[in-house]
């Protein structure tokens, strides 16, 4: 073979890849609403649960009619109707996140070409007779939007969200014969669209029920293969932590058929994490389904436990004129980890400096999924597993719904076999953890800047700097963790020069690259956009 073509197939690898983490990126718009959604459903549920409130004597405080009765009804209601719509969120999210420019345009274009869709699906099954109950495969149809059609669940607004981006990257600069100049420029995009989605709508009307019964198929192997199966979830999500796909990995398992389906209060609800908080909130819930929870749950023990363990370890292991200076940064890193669930700042450290050891760790995250599924633990989960999830959906529903009390046990467990797996590996191979690097080196992890005040133009000039100037940027994002750069010519990235401005780690593929700076790398992208818009109006 030639080298051309090796080179051409290479280029389609790295293509698909850097498309995959794209969208993975741009599942992070509509995932990022599930915490506050959980907050509010959680905290409403429980708390106007009228078995709850019973078996407190709390009728006079809690019960119906009374002021905070309303309000937590209130959140309730609010919460589910976000998790009863993530379909159209994520069609709206998806589009945002990969549309070049005019993401509004995109974000608008994509709302009314879903509706458009699910309306000819539905059109499509009231001529044939299809809206006839048995007439489909038992949970098939659903009200989407107020539409009676396919169950296309988040699937259907990620087939719209990629369609409608890839038409609107297309077309939104498009130019018209003068007759027809009106309808050119941006407002082409949602007509195209619409027009597109028709036939889309007919397509999914022939193809989605097989789609449907092949997801249940695959959901019920999975069930099937019972420990084993989650251990392997578990091992695969951590193992693509660092190429920033674990979300395109686990999305299907959270929101489709994949995931498990229930009847719950007459409905028929498909994908894990919409059974639980199905289940959250609904009064007649007496135990939450342990197979669905399976898929939300296994991360408590290492997040909230285990990578602690792996802090103090490298804490303990510092050198002492630096164990002053590394207690804030790791210490910073763990409390997040403990009550956000965000790990990247821990586990990045050691990627970096030890590849082999943060395999390890993606095998003792599958054992951690699997530990707590055979424990029958059943506590539900938003965007991650720290303490703020564990309080809300394992504590307040009571240990007689989750057994979230068999977390505690495990996640002792894992503390002391991380504090001595990691404290072994960094003495016995030497690893360069933060407060073990050379004495003229500072320590370095997420939060070291402090990117406020007169630092910002500074930071910000470095980190355009470190990419290669304005003009080698092709596209600019980033995801909860990670600034993501699509660059003209990925050789011109100075990776030192990106350190110093506070980043744990660069890592690059394809074009692209993914400069890692923790939680507040919203903060540092806002910034340098408004840094590079004030370099551009002073041309």
Request: glycine letters at 10%; proline letters at 4%.
């Amino acid at each position: 073979m030639s080298e051309k073509n090796l080179s051409t197939k290479a280029l389609g690898r790295n293509s698909c890849f850097s498309i995959l983490q794209r969208v993975g990126q741009s599942f992070m718009f509509p995932i990022a609403l599930l915490p506050i959604a959980g907050l509010l459903l959680g905290i409403g549920a429980s708390f106007s649960n009228e078995k709850m409130i019973a078996s407190y004597g709390l009728e006079w405080l809690l019960g119906s009619g009374t002021f905070l009765n309303f309000v937590l009804v209130v959140m309730k209601n609010t919460g589910d109707v976000i998790f009863g719509n993530l379909p159209i969120i994520f069609a709206i999210g998806v589009a945002i996140g990969m549309a070049n420019k005019e993401k509004a345009v995109a974000a608008l274009s994509a709302a009314i070409t879903f509706l458009s869709m699910h309306t000819v699906i539905s059109s499509l099954l009231a001529l044939t007779g299809k809206l006839i109950p048995g007439a489909l495969l038992e949970g098939s149809l659903k009200s989407t939007c107020g539409i009676k059609s396919l169950d296309m669940g988040v699937f259907g607004g990620i087939i719209v969200g990629l369609g409608v981006a890839a038409l609107h990257n297309k077309f939104y600069k498009i130019k018209l014969p003068v007759m027809l100049s009106f309808f050119g420029g941006i407002r082409f995009v949602p007509i195209i669209s619409v027009i597109v989605y028709i036939f889309v709508g007919v397509l999914m009307f022939f193809v989605w029920p097989y789609v449907q019964g092949g997801m249940y198929s695959l959901g019920n192997l999975v069930t099937a293969s019972k420990y084993a199966g989650t251990f392997v979830f578990g091992v695969i999500e951590r193992a693509l932590i660092p190429f920033g796909l674990h979300h395109v990995f686990y999305t299907p398992f959270w929101q489709t058929g994949l995931g498990g389906s229930q009847f719950i209060d007459g409905s028929y609800v498909t994908g894990a994490q919409n059974i639980f908080f199905a289940q959250l909130a609904s009064p007649n819930t007496t135990k939450f389904s342990v197979e669905a929870a399976k898929f939300l749950q296994g991360k408590f023990p290492f997040m909230i436990f285990g990578l602690p363990g792996a802090a103090l370890a490298m804490y303990t292991t510092a050198k002492s004129s630096k164990k002053k200076l590394v207690s804030g940064l790791l210490f910073s890193a763990a409390l997040t980890s403990i009550v956000t669930g965000i790990t990247e700042p821990i586990e990045f450290t050691f990627l970096f400096v030890a590849p082999v050891l943060y395999g390890v760790h993606c095998v003792l995250a599958g054992l951690s999924h699997m530990l707590l599924h055979m424990f029958n633990v059943a506590v539900g989960s938003t965007f991650s597993c720290g303490l703020i999830d564990l309080v809300l959906f394992g504590i307040l529903p009571g240990n007689e719904k989750t057994n979230w009390i068999y977390i505690i046990p495990v996640g002792i467990a894992y503390f002391v076999i991380y504090y001595f797996l990691f404290k072994f590996a960094i003495v016995k191979f030497n690893l360069k953890t933060p407060g073990r690097e050379e004495d003229e080196v500072d320590p370095k992890l997420y939060t070291k800047k402090d990117f406020n005040g007169a630092k910002e133009n500074s930071t910000s000039e470095m980190i355009l700097a470190g990419l290669g100037g304005v003009e080698n940027i092709e596209h600019l994002d980033c995801c909860a963790t990670r600034l993501r750069v699509k660059l003209h010519d990925i050789s011109k990235i100075d990776e030192n020069l990106l350190k110093e401005s506070g980043c744990a780690g660069v890592i690059k593929k394809s074009g692209s690259v993914q400069v890692i700076y923790g939680p507040r790398v919203t903060v540092i992208k806002a910034e340098l956009e408004e840094y590079i818009a004030a370099l551009e109006k002073s041309k």
